[in-house]
């Protein structure tokens, strides 16, 4: 059992019905989608070894850094702009 706020369970029961689905299918969809940060680790090596070897490009620890900061800028952005889409549909 996970216990969570009312408000975050009636946002996760409306996605999971219009999804058409259930609640329990719905977070095990949401756990199974997202990464550990061992996980993000191996994917973001696996990367970096897959452009070295297919492209010759070496991407450096500032690289990365750089990639993660814009990363977050637009994540940043879009939740702002998808809050602000619900407020003014509301």
Known sequence: MIRV???????????AE?????LRALMQEI???TLTP????????RTRALLAERFGHYVTDEESAEM?????EATAAHRAAHAEAEESAR
């Not at 706020?5 to 996605?15: I, K, N, W």
């Not at 993660?68 to 977050?72: E, F, H, L, V, Y």
Request: proline share 3%.
């Open 5 to 15: 706020p009312a408000e975050v369970r009636d946002q996760l029961a409306a996605v």
């Open 38 to 45: 061992e996980q993000i680790k191996e994917r973001a090596d």
């Open 18 to 22: 219009a999804r058409g689905t259930s």
């Open 31 to 33: 756990a199974a989608q």
């Open 68 to 72: 993660r900061r814009k990363m977050r």
